[in-house]
């Protein structure tokens, strides 16, 4: 089983429309969370921080319920430039004391069309 | 300003032929990493460093080597480059806050 698992898509929606991404974790000792973007060809961005009580950044929606060890992104009324891959980021230990890294799902790839 | 630079930012090398990546960051971040991605996956930690403690990932395969001489500096080397490390290699550092910042990558063409 993967550490991170998202639908891969890709997803096509109409300019307006609403959309939502779903991640689950393998890892209950997973300490943070996060949506990055990716556009074709760039590195990755982050877009937000995920926390358990929910949070909001303009049309940009987060959740996570850890006793499901699910995380969600909700976009309301898409834009154009909101096409990229959508990667659920989770944050465990690693390997070295007092560090920690970063296990990505594949991505969920978003297409806006107008 | 960038943060975490990349260089170059398109490689090309030869089957076989020793390559090595470069990257810098100018935020004195204790963690930095090396990721590889290939086209339409997600991107694989390969290797990350907290200050001189290193840690490889399991799956890196023995082919790949990384440095880190001091705080500001990290390198992939790839000793025997193969038609499959063909990628995208990806330099971040860990900031407060757990977050990470990426440099732009390294695109590796092996012919």
């Known amino acids: 089983r993967k550490e991170v698992e998202q639908d891969p898509g890709p997803f096509n929606v109409p300019e307006g429309a609403t959309v939502a991404f779903n991640c689950t974790y393998s890892?209950?000792?997973?300490?943070?969370f996060f949506w990055y973007r990716q556009d074709c060809r760039k590195e990755p961005k982050l877009l937000m921080s995920v926390y358990s009580s929910g949070n909001e950044d303009g049309r940009f929606t987060a959740q996570l319920n850890r006793a499901s060890q699910y995380i969600s992104l909700l976009i309301r009324d898409s834009k154009l430039s909101d096409s990229a891959t959508y990667l659920c980021v989770v944050n465990i230990k690693s390997g070295i004391q007092g560090a920690q890294k970063l296990v990505f799902g594949q991505g969920t790839r978003l297409t806006i069309n107008p | 300003d960038a943060m975490v630079i990349q260089n170059p930012r398109y490689q090309v090398t030869q089957f076989g032929k020793p390559v090595t990546l470069s990257c810098s960051q100018t935020?004195?971040?204790?963690?930095m990493y090396w990721y590889q991605q290939k086209s339409s996956q997600a991107p694989k930690l390969l290797f990350h460093y907290y200050d001189k403690d290193f840690n490889n990932e399991a799956d890196t395969p023995d082919n790949f080597q990384s440095r880190r001489p001091n705080t500001s500096f990290c390198f992939l080397d790839i000793r025997s480059p193969g038609l499959g490390d063909a990628a995208m290699y990806l330099c971040a550092t860990l900031g407060s806050g757990r977050m990470q910042f990426f440099g732009p990558g390294t695109r590796l063409t092996v012919l």
């Open positions: 935020l004195n971040h204790n963690v």
């Open positions: 890892n209950s000792a997973s300490q943070s």
